[in-house]
């Protein structure tokens, strides 16, 4: 499930960007109940752009800001429960991290939903089905 995180450059001190993923990825983890699955953590992947001051914009003017979004199959943000609550902690935690310089209407959070069965891993085009019956399968794994 690729994040990409895009953040004007000097918006989070330097060197945060990398704990501010992190966080970003264990989040979407946790409101999914996917905390600790091996197939999903492995699953979860993604970049950091900085972009350089004057390359970003908001209300037509350039000035700071913050993307984060996800791409996923389906099965993933289907619940509003879920969509509120990790676009609220998302928001939450870039804010947070800029030490709160970012207003929170200069953080964007969204979801882009890929078409189900075109879900690729390791070569291998997975519905929804299969995705969760590999969550299942590692989850059994874990268990003692």
């Known amino acids: 499930m690729p994040l ?14 990398k704990l501010v993923f992190s966080q970003l990825c264990e989040a ?3 409101w ?6 091996s197939f999903m953590t492995a699953a979860v992947i993604g970049s950091i752009h900085l972009v350089p001051r004057g390359h970003t914009y908001a209300g037509l003017h350039d000035g700071p ?10 099965v993933a943000f289907a619940s509003r429960e879920i969509q509120i609550g990790y676009i609220e902690e998302a928001t939450a935690l870039v804010h947070a991290a800029s ?7 200069r953080i964007w959070v969204n979801v882009v939903h890929a078409v189900d069965g ?4 390791a070569g291998h085009a997975m519905t929804s089905a299969q995705l ?3 969550i ?3 989850a059994t794994q874990a268990q003692p």
């Open 118 to 121: 075109a879900w690729g891993i």
């Open 32 to 37: 999914h109940g996917l905390a600790g699955n």
């Open 65 to 74: 800001v913050a993307f984060v979004e996800w791409k996923v199959p389906p």
């Open 28 to 30: 979407m983890l946790r």
């Open 4 to 17: 990409t995180l895009t953040l004007t450059e000097g918006v989070l001190p330097p060197g945060h960007e």
């Open 136 to 138: 299942t399968a590692a």
């Open 132 to 134: 969760g019956e590999a």
């Open 99 to 105: 030490g709160g310089q970012l207003a929170r209407d």
